[in-house]
């Protein structure tokens, strides 16, 4: 429920709506960017008025510095992977008509791994809490610590969309039933619902959708009191009360509700959430001004995670937004993820053509965390899976 998206890449231009060439033109460029020094007649004007070349070279040679020798690109989807002695780094490119660079986008550096049993190993030496859970349909091929509950933010709305599966597939709900949006389950961003306006009219589906793909807080909250709190803490394990992201944000700003929070039982902590959500919205600032609190969050395990996104499988809304997978590799796939100060979490169900289903979760607390570094290591256990499966 960050305030701030997720980082998902270096992202340093937006590609015009411009033709491109081959795509062996686009994969030489690729390595021109790390074997030779980079120029600025390699860019298009629009991308050096966004991006100057020397922030490009900047960037290409801390890549290279982390990951080693180059040893070149291969085609991965719709991109490239740069491949280094240490590991790769995902590029899509776009050039212009002239050949120019005119989008460039660099994913987080994925380590190379030998075996899964690697993965496990640089997930372990990570400070803080963390675990890891890799599953092939219900066989275990990696875990760390996975029936431990940790903090994961975002991720818990796929509790909600369990429930609303429920109440769609018993007719209690349709995907095209409208409700208009109230002020009363209006949250902080993320997502852009916390900018529309009261009466807004909006579906269940568009509810749905941009809860998971967009993470948006205030379609969460729609949600959960349009099914009702109770239908949603079925599948919300231990979390219970269930939160929405507006009484979470009200309770972290206020250090008397935080503390009330920690300090009572599930009885009370009802009555907080109750309080919570007749308050006042917080603004951002006095969100960040307040003390840290850690408890005033969801806490699942990356079990429990995975046993979600197999009930979220079944609608393709969970699919509009891939994460870190490449789709193209995948015959369905169904990504959410977390993160807030200290808190990461990044859960993904995949299936192959053949019916298998693999599910990757992983979560990491700790005080000062690198999400480069979690991407990079999530990264390289999903490419590992869709090179190696049969």
């Not at 460039?104 to 890891?132: C, E, H, T, V, Y």
């Not at 940790?150 to 769609?168: N, R, T």
């Not at 979560?363 to 899976?385: I, K, P, R, S």
Request: hydrophobic share 50%; aromatic share 8%; net charge neutral.
């Amino acid at each position: 429920m960050s305030l701030r998206p997720a980082f998902v890449g270096w992202l340093l231009a937006l590609a015009l709506a411009a033709p491109a060439l081959a795509q062996d033109a686009a994969a030489a460029r690729v390595e021109a960017l790390f074997t030779q020094t980079i120029e600025s007649r390699w860019f298009a004007p629009s991308f050096l008025k966004q991006v100057p070349a020397a922030q490009v070279a900047a960037i290409v040679h801390r890549l290279a510095g982390q990951l080693g020798a180059f040893e070149g690109v291969r085609p991965e989807g719709a991109g490239y992977a740069a491949v280094f002695e240490k590991g790769e780094v995902p590029v899509r490119i776009t050039l212009d008509a002239q050949g120019r660079i005119a989008g460039l986008f660099f994913g987080p550096p994925r380590p190379r791994f030998a075996s899964l049993a690697d993965a496990q190993k640089k997930m372990a030496a990570l400070p803080g809490k963390k675990s890891l859970l890799v599953l092939k349909n219900d066989e275990v091929l990696a875990a760390l610590d996975p029936d431990a509950r940790l903090a994961v933010g975002s991720a818990f709305k796929l509790s909600v969309l369990a429930a609303l599966l429920d109440q769609i597939e018993a007719g209690a709900l349709a995907w095209d039933e409208v409700v208009p949006l109230e002020n009363a389950y209006r949250s902080l961003p993320t997502g852009a619902l916390a900018d529309w306006p009261a009466g807004t009219p909006v579906t269940l589906a568009s509810l749905a959708g941009r809860m998971i793909a967009e993470s948006d807080n205030t379609a969460t909250d729609h949600l959960i009191h349009r099914l009702g709190r109770e239908r949603v803490e079925v599948y919300a394990y231990a979390n219970v009360p269930l939160l929405t992201t507006r009484a979470a944000f009200v309770i972290k700003a206020n250090p008397d509700l935080a503390r009330r929070w920690r300090e009572s039982s599930a009885s009370e902590r009802r009555k907080i959430v109750a309080d919570a959500e007749r308050r006042p919205l917080p603004t951002a600032r006095q969100l960040f001004a307040a003390p840290p609190a850690p408890e005033v969050e969801w806490f699942y395990s990356v079990r429990e995670l995975c046993e979600l996104t197999q009930r979220a499988a079944d609608t393709p809304l969970a699919g509009i937004n891939p994460g870190l997978a490449r789709r193209e590799a995948w015959r369905r796939v169904v990504y959410k993820g977390g993160s807030e100060p200290g808190v990461l979490n990044l859960t993904t169900l995949l299936e192959d053509d053949a019916g298998t289903r693999y599910c990757v979760a992983a979560t990491w607390n700790a005080e000062e965390l690198d999400e480069n570094a979690l991407f990079g290591l999530y990264g390289a256990v999903l490419e590992l899976l869709a090179r190696e499966r049969p």
